[in-house]
């Protein structure tokens, strides 16, 4: 298994300000994933932090807006850029061992964001 | 494109009962299907996997079923306690048998009274 810890757990941010989560595993994984999840909704797929290259987005999601970095295998940034209300939310980091990603999914305690 | 159901009502149960939520799917047949346990202000916690060619799971009170004609997944909690409230997602494989990508469906609010 797998423990992710993210830091910070909640922020209030002022409209048009940038925001960096991080999110810190225990143990070396394959995939490790952002999600967000805004009130009373599921988890909606951002990107995939892949170590040493760019992250893969999800339709809807830009690098531009969502930068993710993935310095090595066990720790991954997510900066949420140039926010807006609309980008208050709960983000979620995960993190898979499987082999070729598969398998079951450890998450993080999550940071929830309130923009003013 | 894939899209999950769950039931999006409350589902409200005795203790001791057994809770079943259903979870549905259309346009896609995945290699496998997850369920996770979410507690208010905390990230989902893996419960049990099925893949396709499985027809039923069970870890301990747990059980899944994998429908894949009906594209369909049951999941049980017998001899429910209040301490299995919580709300429950399941979730599928984005691309087919390939890295590790999730969708989810909404969740449904479990409550057990004792």
């Known amino acids: 298994s797998a423990v992710i810890s993210q830091k910070p757990s909640r922020d209030i941010c002022q409209r048009g300000t940038s925001l960096t989560i991080q999110c810190q595993v225990d143990s070396q994984v394959t995939m490790m994933f952002w999600y967000r999840q805004q009130p009373g909704q599921s988890l909606t797929l951002i990107a995939t932090?892949?170590?040493?290259?760019?992250?893969?987005?999800e339709s809807g999601f830009v690098i531009d807006k969502f930068p993710i970095s993935r310095p090595n295998l066990t720790f991954s940034t997510l900066t949420v850029s140039n926010m807006s209300p609309e980008d208050s939310s709960i983000y979620l980091c995960s993190a898979t061992a499987g082999t070729g990603g598969l398998g079951e999914q450890f998450f993080g305690p999550g940071t929830r964001l309130t923009v003013l | 494109s894939q899209k999950i159901e769950q039931n999006s009502e409350a589902l409200n149960i005795q203790e001791g009962k057994t809770a079943t939520l259903t979870c549905n799917y259309t346009?896609?047949?995945?290699?496998?299907l997850q369920w996770y346990r979410q507690d208010p202000g905390r990230g989902p916690v893996f419960l049990l996997l099925i893949r396709e060619n499985e027809k039923e799971k069970r870890k301990e009170r747990l059980k899944v079923t994998f429908d894949t004609t009906l594209k369909q997944s049951l999941f049980h909690i017998t001899a429910s306690q209040p301490a299995d409230s919580a709300t429950y997602l399941c979730a599928l494989d984005r691309l087919y048998n390939q890295g590790g990508k999730l969708i989810f469906g909404q969740g449904t609010e479990l409550s057990v009274k004792p």
């Open positions: 932090a892949n170590q040493g290259s760019e992250a893969t987005y």
């Open positions: 346009n896609y047949s995945p290699a496998y």
